[in-house]
């Protein structure tokens, strides 16, 4: 034993000996940092200085890789109400994206913000390592730090102890840089005012001459005046009547969309509900006699006229939330009970495509408290959505129970192997509420399979699916990568409402 604690000193020794230099340069780089981006600064044009706060935070995390491993650097601006800009500075993995706004409670960046806390996040399954830390600007004013690498054992209390620092010597050349800037502002309006007392002498003396002789002008003008702001009120008023009268008009247009939309859906239903089903007797007939020929033919009519009919039901929810008639039936149900319910309505659909179901739920999960018809319609619409994109492929549903803030949560997460989305269509999903699946088909390669078959269809459902969500105090993302797959995640409150 006292051989093996003799041995273990020397490569101790030799790792401090190691960390010097990288210490020292940690320590140099601390030490000029505020200096040298002051000076940065101050060399800007008044174009480069129109957002001095990002623009220092860009340079200041280039100065950074020098002595951390870096693959992406980020800066997190507040904005407006409960939203964050989060900025990527540099970045090695792939292109620089432009600047997203973002909810506070979403990512490093809105943690830091919103708590003004240093956050270190170790390497897990999909996600880099990273560390963020706040950058305090004075008051209650601050901007967020964050660096990600993508080694396992990049960051520990140490690189966050430094980027820290590093965030103090930041904040250190922005005060400064302000304060300079306020005194220059301040003994420019001291000049400009010195300058406009002296004016307003001049034109005082010269306006007492000669108010005798143009008093009269003066009140005529002024009369005049106020004739023509009367007239401009009296446009004002007819023209605010106009674009009222229009308003209610485009409502009325918009509420007759949607009561045509509800009407049309209806009368669709029933001839379609008969297609599926003499699809399916003539699938089970020709299975009977031995057709094999025209079954896979069959399945294709039956999955197309599903599908048709899961998109009659969107188009019937989307007319409901634009004239503002969706609400909540909120209800205790058993969560492993109904994810098992829709993964079984939904198994038929996804194996007809060749694919495989996986589906791993707890007994122990216990009950929710939500509207179990919209959480059945949320999976149901991701469960559709993944099969459309997946081909002989997996589908697999995951739910488990955690805690955020303080309130529990259920957590549903589907993943699935397919073809997988770009980041332009996945914001299409939400943005126009349809994704061109027939477009992203082609420039796939040819990947997808006939439209007859479910690709081209739009992912209205998606897009109702989040607003669900979000009406039920939650949320859904969508991480995908082209021929890597898709994975859906649905976060909703355990009890909707805290009844």
Known sequence: MSGDSGSSGAPSEATELDARPIEAARHALLAGLAPELLAMIRSWTVDDAGEPV????????????????????????????????????????????????????????????????????????????????????????????????????????????????????????????????????????????????????????????????????????????????????????????????????????????????????????????????????????AEEQGYEDIIPDLGRICMSG??????????????????????????????????????GAAEPMIEQKGNKLEVHVDDELGTMHADMGKVRQVLFNVLVASSRLTTDGEISVSVWRDVFRGAERVILRVRDDGIGMNEEEILKIFASLAVNEASSSERRGGRATKTGDGEGVGNLGLAISRYYCQLMGGNMLVESRLGLGTTYTIRLPATVGGG
């Open 306 to 343: 599903q599908y048709l009919m899961s998109t009659l039901h969107d188009v019937i929810d989307m007319s409901k939330i634009e004239s503002g008639r969706v609400g909540l039936t909120i209800q205790t149900f058993d969560i492993a009970e109904l994810v098992r319910e829709v993964a």
């Open 54 to 285: 990002v623009g220092l935070a860009r340079a200041a995390l280039e100065r950074l890789r020098w002595v951390l491993p870096i693959d992406r650097g980020l800066v997190g601006v507040p904005g407006e109400g409960d939203v964050y800009s989060r900025v990527v500075a540099f970045s090695t993995r792939d292109a620089i994206e432009e600047p997203r706004e973002l909810p506070r409670s979403e990512g490093l960046l809105g943690v830091v913000l919103g708590e003004g806390r240093s956050q270190l996040r170790p390497r897990g399954e999909g996600e880099p390592a990273a560390l963020a830390v706040p950058v305090q600007l004075g008051g209650s004013r601050r901007l967020a730090l964050a660096v990600e690498s993508d080694e396992p054992d990049a960051y520990g209390a140490g690189e966050l102890r430094l980027l820290e620092d590093f965030a103090v010597q930041v904040a250190v050349a922005l005060e400064r840089y302000g304060l300079e800037d306020r005194l220059r502002s301040a003994e420019g309006r001291a000049q400009a005012e010195a300058a406009a007392r002296s004016a307003a002498e001049t034109a005082a003396r010269e306006a007492q001459e000669r108010r005798a002789e143009h008093e009269n002008v003066r009140i005529d003008e002024l009369l005049k005046g106020n004739a023509r702001l009367r007239e401009e009120i009296e446009n004002l008023r007819r023209e605010e009547a106009q674009l009222r009268q229009q308003k209610n008009a485009a409502e009325a247009a918009n509420r007759a969309k949607s009561a045509f939309l509800t009407n049309m859906s209806h009368e669709l239903r029933n001839p379609l509900n008969a297609i599926i089903g003499y699809g399916e007797m003539l699938q089970e007939q």
